[in-house]
């Protein structure tokens, strides 16, 4: 049997972290530092970090904050949030991170996945789904922090981020975040 691997997911928004319900009503938890020391001693297998509100803010990447968090990691680390070209890309792979996370952004340019896989391979490009079951019950894939509904199915949209070149598919259940009722099956 495969063992489980624990990846916490650190949601982060001007230097602080923040804990979300639903993706709304964040609350500042503390300072992502402390927490990544924390993971460091339990022995996480990796971590995630994602500016969650950058994209929706408009913001741009805080490179000198992530680095400092990446140089107390002793785990693989991934980092999603305004990035919106190779360039932020490759910044954030040279502040230390293994893997980038895109969500957002690959609704505009889904094409930057093959740009940053043919650098970096394609195990360092995580693509990120938030979903969101509509009135009709069905899911639909969310951008800008689960405020713009994209129309897309979330199981198309994998498999269109799969064919271009993402190595792991993330998937944000919207209506679970944050509540403590385990996986939306």
Known sequence: MARVRIIPVLLMSKGGLYKTIRFQNA???????NSVKIFNEKQADEIILLDFLA???KRGIDFSK???IAG????PMAYGGAIKNFEDAKRVFDCGFEKVVLNSILFSDIALIQKIASVYGSQ???GSIDTKKNILGKYRAYA???NLNTGKEPVEWAALLEKSGVGEIM???IDRDGTWLGYDE
Not at 27 to 33: A, E, R
Not at 72 to 75: G, K, R, S
């Open 72 to 75: 107390e990691a002793f785990m």
């Open 171 to 173: 998937i944000n259940a």
């Open 66 to 68: 992530i680095e400092e």
């Open 55 to 57: 994209s929706k803010e």
């Open 124 to 126: 360092s490009v995580v």
């Open 27 to 33: 609350k500042y938890v503390g300072d992502p530092i």
């Open 144 to 146: 800008l922090s689960a």
